[in-house]
């Protein structure tokens, strides 16, 4: 590992062990749907209410319950149909996930480059983990999504430092380095800074743990095998693995040899879960 990237390194882990490291905030829309799904007396009413300050996110709410992938019998085009179409913990996981999106944004050109890139993953990622959550397991679909969107989460105050810190701007194999190394324990503390429930906090710590064997599958199984998919047909190193050995696939149930892009029902369900979360 480069100087550079060791001294980064060493700063950020640093700085988060001594609690000194600024962890971005969940926007305020995201905060107040988190709050209100967990009042056990909530109803529908009151849940588009809250949504309703945010047009931009009423609007692409509205958009989703209409996409091919949760294809409602008619049009629906007002929110409440909309969040009662979803129910209240489904509607509050995909608003959390959408606002997110405002998050990955920089001043510098160079930084808000690579945070649209790590959004544009994250989305990736999350439309395949809707799918396979939804094909191969009984777990919740919008936790899955949830979890493709934040399981890189942590790269978000790496970036921020980078933009403050321009040698390491300039120097992208030091700092792709800096992101891959951290990024794990940086998104844990966010996630659970954020209050997040366990199953998804745990998602960047082990999400590329590829021995990781739990006793049934779980969304970091999911993200993984998301991951691991995601990455067919590059030369990517992880394609060099022994995907056989791979307990997640087997918890999946999910034939480590099938491109589920070449399965035309799958990457149909794919593109559209992709396309609703864009």
């Not at 809250?50 to 989703?64: E, G, M, P, Q």
């Not at 149909?81 to 913990?89: D, E, F, K, W």
């Not at 366990?198 to 006793?215: G, Q, T």
Request: charge should be negative.
């Amino acid at each position: 590992m480069s100087n550079l990237a060791d001294q980064v390194q060493h700063a950020l882990i640093k700085a988060i062990d001594n609690d000194e490291l600024v962890l971005p905030t969940l926007p305020e829309v995201a905060l107040k749907v988190r709050e209100a799904a967990e009042d056990p007396d909530i109803d529908i009413p009151s849940m588009a209410k809250v949504l309703s300050n945010d047009a931009a996110l009423t609007a692409r709410l509205i958009k989703v319950v209409n996409s091919p992938l949760l294809r409602a019998s008619k049009e629906i085009t007002d929110l409440s149909a909309a969040v009662g179409r979803l129910g209240i913990n489904y509607t509050c996981n995909l608003a959390t996930g959408l606002a997110m999106e405002q998050m990955f944004q920089a001043t510098s050109d160079v930084v808000d480059r690579k945070m649209r890139e790590v959004w544009s993953r994250s989305t990736e990622i999350a439309g395949i983990a809707h799918v396979l959550c939804r094909h191969y397991t009984r777990l919740m679909p919008d936790q899955a999504t949830l979890a493709g969107l934040v399981h890189q989460i942590g790269v978000l105050p790496i970036l921020t430092f980078a933009e403050e810190h321009s040698e390491l701007l300039a120097d992208s194999i030091s700092l792709n380095h800096v992101i891959e190394k951290i990024h794990p324990i940086i998104g844990d503390k966010i996630l659970r800074t954020w209050e997040f429930p366990e199953p998804i906090a745990m998602v960047p710590m082990n999400y590329l743990d590829f021995s990781r064997d739990s006793a049934k599958a779980d969304y970091v199984d999911i993200v993984q095998v998301a991951t691991l998919q995601s990455y067919l047909g590059t030369n990517h190193p992880y394609t060099e693995l022994d995907w056989s050995k791979i307990p997640s696939f087997a918890k999946l149930g999910l034939d480590p040899e099938v491109d589920m892009k070449a399965d035309e029902d799958l990457n149909d369900a794919m593109e559209a879960a992709m396309s609703m979360l864009q």
